[in-house]
Structures are given as structure tokens and as C-alpha cells.
Nanobody, 125 residues
């Protein structure tokens, strides 16, 4: 069974940057939208960003617009999330998953597959 692997999380001071990676070993991501989600303790899971599989369209949650950038390298079967100007509110476990085709502005997590275990991001002030 395919499972994505997230990496790049860690501890960072507010205002700093981190780059997360979502690797899909043995899975060709061409054509698949890849989405990042995050969840903090006691909070609902939140869609962070998505990059479509069939074009260059992207989606960003309102709370991260202007600060985060998503990109993909199909040859490496990897999607990246560049996080800038980090805030304590960004503290969460970040996970990636996939759905065929285009990003949805209202993603339903249960419809996504190949979830990874996630990588934790902690932002301190």
C-alpha cells in the first residue's frame, strides 16, 4: 500500500521559514493533485495548500495565503511546501495526501488517499 512520507518539520522561531517535503516513493504523482493538511491538538483538520495534477493551479487556505508556496517535481515524485513568515498559529502536524486531478477549494479529507504520518512543525515566539 502506498503511503506518502512527509519530512522537514521542526522547531522554528516566529518569522522564520521551513520547507516541508511530501515524497511518494514508488508512486508516479503525475496527474494527481497533492494536498497539505494540518491539525493542531484540539483543533479541526485544516486544508493548507494544494497543487493540481493536471495543470498549475494551486489552492491556499486563507490563513497561509501570501506566506506559503506549494510546488511539485513529478520526476522526483515529491511535492514541497515552502512556509515563510511562520507564526505560532502554524504549529501543527502537517500531512499530505492525494486525489486525482484538480484541487478542490473544499477538500474532504476522507476522499484523499495515501496519507503519510505527518511531520510536526512548532513555531515559538
Amino acid at each position: 500500500e502506498v503511503q506518502f512520507v512527509e519530512s522537514g518539520g521542526g522547531l522554528v522561531q516566529a518569522g522564520g521559514s521551513l520547507t516541508l517535503s511530501c515524497a511518494a516513493p514508488g508512486f508516479a504523482i503525475d496527474g494527481y493533485a497533492i494536498s497539505w493538511f494540518r491539525q493542531a491538538p484540539g483543533k479541526e483538520r485544516e486544508a493548507v495548500a494544494c497543487i493540481s495534477g493536471l495543470d498549475d493551479s494551486t489552492y491556499f487556505g486563507d490563513s497561509v495565503k501570501g506566506r506559503f508556496t506549494i510546488s511539485r517535481d513529478n520526476a522526483k515524485n515529491t511535492v514541497y511546501l515552502q512556509m515563510n513568515s511562520l507564526k505560532p498559529e502554524d504549529t501543527a502536524r502537517y500531512s499530505c495526501a492525494t486525489i486525482w486531478g484538480y484541487c478542490s477549494p473544499y477538500p474532504v479529507p476522507s476522499e484523499y488517499t495515501h496519507w503519510g504520518q505527518g511531520t510536526r512543525v512548532t513555531v515559538y515566539s
